[in-house]
């Protein structure tokens, strides 16, 4: 197995290169040998609007396009006409993007040359020594440092500009210039055909930074498919690099990601789409309004400052029971809410596909997911599916080196020393057997959704209805459609129902205290209570206390903040951090013994029905590991014998 070791590009290598790169923007000549020209025809006027051109500075070779040579490439004499005459801070985002990205690109290919043997041939082909043998391999490097300069500078320059891109989009088409004799040809060949793209479909500032991020995205799918099939690029695709100026991590033909929102292709559910998981539905549409708090001047929300803010939740069901559905719910209301407000909104999934088999990449990749979540410059929504797949279990012999980096990286991000809980993100980690993820990785988790599905006769009438749609004469009958999914009835029959346990060794406790100490109406009996429980199941430590109190500073938070508030962000979104703080600690109520009295069962109750489930298949395992001896015992004496 080849190991993926992160080094650092370090930024003086990379300054190094900014003259090189700067020449590059400010102009060079390039003669195209793969794609065409342009020809950018005048922009037509809308009537009424006078004939005379837009101010053009005077500094040859920006009075007009059509007196530009065909082959000349003035990037910045280019960015600088779409202006007035001044340069915007826009435009100047958009150049320095392209020069930093230029340096990376130029500082990588210098690394990859020194690391791959290139360097050395490149001064022997210089000084006329090159052997005749070696011919085909400096070809071969030549043409792998072209890809791998190609790829990072279009993956730089689409990080950097990230930040700066609006909801405009830009369709490019192919990238055909693509030229791999040697680096320099081939960035020449690439600006070129940028500068094309810019000229044809760029008429405002607003449109440059999307035509050049929309080409860069192009450039790195073009790059990557020719890539798959090159020879010598060990070198580029075994190793990663951190630039820590940017935050920018080049690792091989994967594209990094910048903090910014983006737009969103999953299929959206609405509430009304969900048929029981009352609770999980209910804190799901709460915690989604709960996140729209956030204050960006603060950085801070005001839930999270009066400690009822769900930064982690573990969802858990048997397969069917609508975890996808909930998140498609809950990501769709943040998606609808923070398009009302024009906040940036960023949905991550973590799935199996991102346990990488180099040592330390799957810790990486589990990194850069947490960091991009918790960005505080977006709300963000991360979901971790079938957790107990990508996280493995500690000391579980079966669970791969990666799975164990990403147990120890999300370990670290929910209840670390470093966690600062900001209140513009949370976690969700689902799964169909949490009995099988590590105890002290599910601990971290402050809230439970139970996804059981639907429960009761009108819940299946109801999902019956919900998914035959409308194209039938069939009668509904009697029955009050939806009537069932009403959420706050539904809501608090469910939280009623916890006011005993359920699971059966919780029962047993539960019978046990109340026969000694009579009814928990006291924090002391309470307490006795907590500590009955931790003596039926020593998993149950003082994490459990302090999620079961942050749940219940959630339930005294039991509101839901109005629709009005999402849709009309002036009255509640857009108002000062303080006066924010205020409007919510005038909707708080009280917390009550039953309250805390359902919040214990409710979280005493999953971890009683994971402990049994966890012991139970590993008793399991070991009776299997038991019959296996037995057989290989019997079959060794007979063939002795």
Not at 323 to 332: R, S
Not at 553 to 570: G, I, Y
Not at 576 to 588: E, Q, S, T
Request: aromatic share 8%; hydrophobic share 45%.
């Amino acid at each position: 197995m080849t190991t993926r070791d992160t080094m650092e590009l370090r930024e003086a290598t990379i300054r190094s290169q900014y003259e090189a790169a700067l020449g590059l923007v400010q102009g060079f000549d390039h003669a195209p040998r793969l794609a065409k020209a342009v020809e950018v025809a005048a922009p037509e006027r809308s009537p009424g609007i006078g004939a005379r051109p837009r101010f053009r500075s005077t500094v040859p070779g920006m009075a007009a396009r059509s007196t530009a040579r065909p082959g000349g490439v003035r990037l910045v004499e280019r960015v600088e006409g779409l202006g007035d005459g001044l340069l915007s801070p826009l435009q100047s985002s958009a150049l320095n993007a392209l020069r930093r990205g230029l340096a990376i690109a130029l500082a990588l290919g210098e690394t990859f040359a020194a690391q791959s043997g290139l360097g050395e041939l490149k001064k022997a082909n210089l000084e006329g020594r090159l052997p005749e043998v070696k011919r085909a391999e400096f070809t071969e490097l030549l043409a792998a440092e072209a890809l791998a300069v190609l790829y990072t500078f279009a993956n730089a320059t689409a990080y950097l500009l990230a930040p700066h891109l609006g909801s405009t989009t830009v369709e490019i088409g192919e990238v055909e210039e693509v030229l791999t004799d040697n680096a320099p040809l081939a960035l020449q060949g690439a600006l070129w055909e940028l500068d094309q793209d810019i000229a044809a479909l760029a008429e405002d500032e607003t449109r440059l930074v999307a035509v050049i991020a929309a080409f860069c995205e192009a450039l790195m799918e073009k790059v990557a498919l020719r890539a798959a099939t090159a020879a010598r690029l060990g070198a580029f695709t075994n190793g990663s690099w951190r630039v820590e100026a940017d935050g920018l991590t080049i690792a091989g033909f994967k594209p990094a990601r910048a903090a910014k929102g983006g737009a969103l292709t999953m299929a959206f559910k609405k509430p009304t789409e969900v048929v029981g998981n009352h609770i999980a539905k209910y804190q799901s549409m709460r915690l989604a309004k709960m996140l729209m708090a956030y204050d960006f001047e603060r950085r801070l929300n005001p839930f999270a400052e009066l400690g009822g803010f769900i930064f982690t939740f573990m969802g858990d069901g048997k397969p069917g029971t609508g975890k996808t559905t909930l998140i498609q719910m809950m990501a769709g209301l943040l998606n609808d809410y923070c398009k009302v407000a024009g906040y940036p909104f960023r949905y991550q999934n973590f799935s199996i596909d991102q346990i990488d088999s180099y040592q330390g990449k799957s810790g990486q990749n589990a990194k850069a997911f947490i960091d991009t979540v918790l960005d505080p410059t977006v709300i963000g929504f991360g979901t971790i599916d079938d957790i107990d797949q990508v996280a493995g279990k500690r000391g579980d012999r079966q669970s791969s080196a990666g799975q164990q980096e990403v147990t120890a990286v999300f370990m670290g991000a929910f209840a670390g020393a470093n966690t600062v809980v900001r209140g513009n993100c949370t976690f969700g980690m689902f799964s169909n057997y949490p009995e099988n993820v590590d105890d002290a990785l599910r601990q971290r988790a402050g809230a439970r959704f139970l996804v059981d599905g639907p429960q009761t006769r009108e819940d299946y009438i109801d999902i019956l209805a919900m998914l035959l749609g409308k194209n039938h004469a069939i009668p509904l009958g009697q029955h009050d459609l939806y009537a069932a999914q009403e959420i706050k009835r539904a809501v608090a029959a469910s939280f009623e129902g916890h006011s005993r346990p359920h699971e059966a060794g919780l029962v047993k406790v539960w019978d046990k205290v109340a026969a000694e100490i009579g009814p928990l109406d006291t924090i002391a009996k309470l307490g006795a209570y907590l500590k009955a429980i931790q003596q039926a199941d020593e998993r149950f430590t003082g994490r459990a206390i302090k999620n079961i109190t942050d749940a219940v500073k959630v339930r005294a938070m039991d509101f839901e903040l109005p629709d009005e508030w999402m849709e009309n962000p002036d009255l509640f979104l857009f108002k000062p951090y303080d006066d924010k703080l205020a409007m919510i600690r005038g909707l708080m109520t009280p917390i009550s013994v039953d309250m805390v009295v359902q919040e214990i069962n409710r979280y005493a109750d999953s971890e009683f029905r994971y402990a049994d489930k966890s012991d139970e298949v590993a008793i399991e395992g070991m009776v299997r590991d038991f019959r296996r001896q037995e057989e290989a015992k019997r079959r060794y004496v007979e063939g002795r014998g």
